[in-house]
């Protein structure tokens, strides 16, 4: 009984946050929706754009680098235990990698900004 008492009151605390941060959003004076909407969105995706090629994307190549080396030297020591390098995982995540430090240069044409 104190869970569903609990969810609830946290329930009505999640509606009332919502109704409290709300906005409306309307058009300045033509009414004209679309095209608030898409000034906007040109604003914001300008902005969105540098956010992921400065932060986003260097992140990810970090991630996939570390992730590389330590791949290549666990398999390497795998490889002088049995004698059999196996180069999947390696190979994959260099792959993924190559794939990530290029993308910059032509996602944005397959997204279309």
Do not use: H
């Amino acid at each position: 009984m104190m869970k569903i008492l609990k969810r609830g009151k946290l329930l009505v605390f999640c509606a009332l946050l919502c109704l409290l941060l709300a906005t409306v959003a309307s058009a300045a004076g033509s009414g004209d929706v679309a095209s608030a909407v898409e000034s906007t969105w040109t604003t914001a995706s300008t902005q969105i754009k540098t956010v992921v090629d400065n932060v986003v994307f260097p992140v990810i190549d970090m991630v996939l680098a570390i992730a590389f080396f330590v791949k290549l030297g666990t398999a390497y020591f795998d490889y002088r235990k049995s004698g059999q390098f196996e180069w999947t995982a390696p190979a994959i995540l260099f792959a993924c990698l190559v794939f990530t430090l290029t993308a910059p240069t032509y996602i944005w044409g397959i997204v279309g900004l």
